[in-house]
């Protein structure tokens, strides 16, 4: 991105590195144009619909692979229904967990999605021309030194160097105590045309496993 944006202007574009800081509303959320702590929020969109100008098409649905669950009932129903493919920000396609719903994040370049049964269960996903270092790998270790000293309960899980789809990637995951307690999240980032693209996974710890296997599908059905 040529000059900063602030993430939480109405239609702005926000970089992928700022979404990947972001986790829900009211979670803390690193600046990349100054490193302040700032709050975001999500901006709801019709019900497996994004907004109108978001840059999306309407998801078509697309049952894949089911992931099967291993605790609660409610948990297990709405992760063993299969996925649905989605359009997102700057030509991101990828696949959801079916029924889940799907709201616009605070700019248009992010989206959430969000287990109506196990609403602590949520997938970020979106795209943004790149602020700050000019290496990716820079970037998020420069996101994880920001949360490291201003996130409550943070520590660091696994960040590496990694290949998506044959482009040199990022993954980074990472524990973190929220106000509502304790959270894990995993991310992967990757560039392609002049796009740093996010797909993001967060739940509580207990939900994890279930978690994980939802992130490994919708990653691999993720382009570009």
Same mark, same amino acid.
């Given at each position: 991105m040529s000059s900063p944006r602030n993430p939480h202007a109405s239609g702005g574009q926000l970089s992928s590195r700022a979404?990947?800081?972001?986790?829900?509303?009211?979670y803390?959320?690193?600046?990349?144009?100054?490193?302040?702590?700032l709050l975001t929020t999500s901006v709801d969109? %019709?019900?497996?619909?994004?907004?109108?100008?978001?840059?999306?098409?309407p998801p078509t649905t697309a049952l894949l692979r089911p992931v099967t669950t291993t605790s609660s009932p409610a948990t297990a129903a709405a992760g063993s229904t299969g996925f649905t493919s989605t359009n997102g %920000?700057?030509?991101?396609?990828?696949?959801?967990?079916?029924?889940?719903?799907?709201?616009?994040?605070?700019?248009?370049?992010?989206?959430?999605?969000?287990?109506?049964?196990?609403?602590?269960?949520?997938i970020r996903f979106g795209g943004a021309p790149p602020e700050g270092a000019p290496a990716l790998l820079a970037r998020i270790e420069d996101a994880h030194a920001g949360h490291s000293a201003n996130s409550s309960g943070y520590e660091l899980a696994t960040?590496?160097?990694? *290949?998506?789809?044959?482009?040199p990637a990022v993954e980074w995951e990472y524990r973190f105590s929220s106000s509502s307690g304790p959270r894990r999240v995993i991310a992967l *980032?990757?560039?392609?045309?002049?796009?740093? *693209?996010?797909? *993001?996974?967060?739940?509580t710890p207990q939900d994890w496993p279930e978690m994980r296997d939802v992130f490994d599908v919708v990653t691999a059905h993720a382009t570009p």
């Open positions: 979404l990947g800081s972001s986790i829900a509303a009211a803390l959320v690193l600046s990349a144009a100054a490193g302040m702590l969109a %019709p019900s497996g619909a994004p907004p109108a100008g978001s840059g999306a098409e %920000p700057n030509g991101l396609s990828l696949v959801l967990p079916s029924g889940w719903t799907t709201t616009r994040g605070a700019v248009r370049t992010t989206f959430v999605a969000t287990d109506p049964a196990v609403p602590e269960r949520e960040l590496r160097e990694t *290949y998506f789809h044959g482009t *980032y990757w560039v392609r045309s002049g796009i740093e *693209y996010i797909v *993001y996974a967060s739940s």
